[in-house]
């Protein structure tokens, strides 16, 4: 059993960063896959980036591609999201989300254990 834990989540105006941190208590990741996705009112939840337990395998969506980038801190067992750039779309629950049998996959029906989520809010 995995425990998530997000954190790092405020309000910024556009243009401004934020880095996200996923905190995994109960085991290490190095075998998983971590990926954030993220929820806007209103809206499905969608993917935004992943990476493999490696840190060999990373992927983005093309929305924050080039804006954002996904890291893994294996000794702190830590898996960090830092947004550039940011713009009022990027408002909302981001989530981190880890597969234990460490498949790169952009779909949140393969991730198992979920952390409770982080606001973001982007202001114009």
């Known amino acids: 059993q995995v425990q998530l834990v997000d954190s790092g989540g405020g309000s910024v105006q556009a243009g401004g960063s934020l880095r996200l941190s996923c905190a995994a208590s109960g085991r290490t990741f190095s075998t998983y896959t971590v990926g954030w996705f993220r929820q806007a009112p209103g809206k499905e939840r969608e993917f935004v980036a992943f990476?493999?337990?490696?840190?060999?395998?990373?992927a983005y969506a093309n929305s924050v591609l080039g804006r954002f980038i996904i890291s893994m801190d294996n000794t702190k067992n830590t898996v960090y999201l830092l947004m550039n750039s940011l713009k009022p779309e990027d408002t909302a629950v981001y989530y981190c989300a880890a597969d234990r049998f460490g498949r790169t996959s952009n779909s949140g029906s393969n991730y198992d254990y979920w952390g409770q989520g982080t606001h973001v809010t982007v202001s114009s």
């Open positions: 990476i493999s337990g490696s840190g060999g395998s990373r």
